[in-house]
């Protein structure tokens, strides 16, 4: 098992800057890869970037150029730095986890996730 712990989210007016942060403890040679995915209201949880452990990444076209992932391996920790946050990002992110035993990994959910973290840009 892997536990996953979010921090980081809040309300940010456009054009801000927010950095969530998740921990993960327990069987850590079950995450190679971790990522961020979010929710919005009524919407369907989508990917937002993934990384593996030896740094491979992958974000989805919207948040390219604003949005950086990050990984501490030493902390069993990942970062998600986002700048020029508009409306359209906010949601509730989760942060997930999971073997990778191809590239396929970056682009699909893991087994384990987070209890996510609210992020909100509003004015």
């Known amino acids: 098992q892997v536990q996953l712990v979010e921090s980081g989210g809040g309300l940010v007016q456009p054009g801000g800057s927010l950095r969530l942060s998740c921990a993960a403890s327990g069987s850590i040679f079950s995450a190679n890869v971790m990522g961020w995915y979010r929710q919005a209201p009524g919407k369907q949880r989508e990917l937002v970037a993934a990384?593996?452990?030896?740094?491979?990444?992958n974000y989805i076209d919207p948040v390219k150029g604003r949005f950086a992932i990050s990984r501490d391996n030493a902390k069993n920790t990942i970062y998600l730095q986002m700048n020029s946050l508009n409306p359209e990002d906010t949601a509730v992110y989760y942060c997930?986890?999971?073997?990778?035993?191809?590239?396929?990994?970056?682009?699909?959910?893991?087994?384990?996730w987070g209890q996510g973290t609210q992020v909100t840009v509003s004015s």
């Open positions: 997930n986890a999971g073997p990778c035993y191809d590239s396929s990994c970056l682009w699909r959910p893991g087994n384990y």
């Open positions: 990384i593996r452990s030896g740094g491979t990444t």
